[in-house]
């Protein structure tokens, strides 16, 4: 790994609008441009939040996806890397929850399908069967993504962790009502498999079909689990360094995936 420079954008999503989302996400990379930020994660379904009742003009074919093409282009304009996930449809018109990495060198790097599908989910979305293995980012860290509910899996993570991931983002749309478990468990996630790890949650509410309020609390934790920024509780982005030493340091102190017993 070698330093690298992220951002989390906790997103007001606005609901139906990929218009309006994507501009927002345009004026954060105008923000960090002269900055030289490397990545910027964005939260669940980023371009049109969970509106269940417009999904079918909203969904998009992932290969041909005009959301995607607007992303690759203003990655590579602002040179920086995008993350989260979007709204999607396969061929039998049944929707997907796909995870994204677009690198700004080589574009599209990294795809995800959500496996873990939490409550009304079920009733629209079909899941994703296999953990994509983690993606050498722009040659400065190797990340993995999972998305929301699968924060709650550690399987999903120890799996990206074995595979050498680095850093995990976990894009996520997670309801107030349970924000104390996102937080602990994204501290989890980073210390059980001594990674760095950022979630980035949206925040605002969702009108129909039910009323759902997000309050955020995304975070960028360290591989000892210690905040390096966050909780957040208002539309804003929070900002961090990931150094290579750290990194080093905590898999030294803390060997547990040189310590596993896999016969048991």
Not at 1 to 7: E, G, R, S, T
Not at 13 to 31: A, C, F, P, S, W
Not at 43 to 70: M, Q, R, V
Request: glycine share 6%; proline share 5%; with cysteine.
């Amino acid at each position: 790994m070698k330093d690298i420079f992220v951002a989390a954008y906790q997103m007001d999503i606005l609901t139906g609008d990929k218009t309006g989302n994507i501009t927002k996400v345009e004026l954060m990379l105008q923000k960090y441009h002269s900055q030289e930020l490397d990545l910027l994660v964005l939260p669940e379904l980023f371009s049109t939040g969970f509106a269940y009742p417009i999904f079918p003009k909203l969904a998009e074919d992932f290969e041909s996806s005009n959301t995607l093409k607007t992303l690759n282009e203003l990655s590579e304009e602002y040179h920086t890397g995008l993350a989260g996930s979007i709204l999607c449809k396969d061929k039998d018109e049944k929707y997907q929850n796909i995870g994204f990495i677009i690198s700004p060198s080589k574009g599209l790097v990294y795809k995800y399908q959500k496996i873990h599908l939490w409550g009304t989910e079920k009733n629209y979305f079909s899941p994703g069967k296999d953990i994509t293995s983690p993606v050498n980012f722009e040659n400065k860290a190797w990340i993995g993504l999972a998305i929301c509910y699968d924060l709650r899996f550690p399987e999903v993570y120890r799996r990206l962790a074995i595979q050498g991931a680095e850093i995990l983002l976990t894009p996520a749309a997670w309801p107030a009502q349970r924000w104390e478990h996102f937080i602990l468990l994204t501290k989890a996630r980073a210390l059980e498999n001594t990674c760095y790890h950022i979630s980035c949650n949206r925040i605002g509410k969702e009108e129909s079909p039910d009323y759902v309020e997000y309050n955020g609390n995304s975070q960028i934790i360290s591989p000892m689990a210690n905040e390096i920024i966050g909780p957040l509780n208002i539309e804003n982005e929070i900002v961090a360094k990931l150094t290579a030493e750290e990194l080093t340091k905590t898999r030294k102190y803390i060997p547990v995936l040189k310590d596993r017993q896999l016969e048991i």
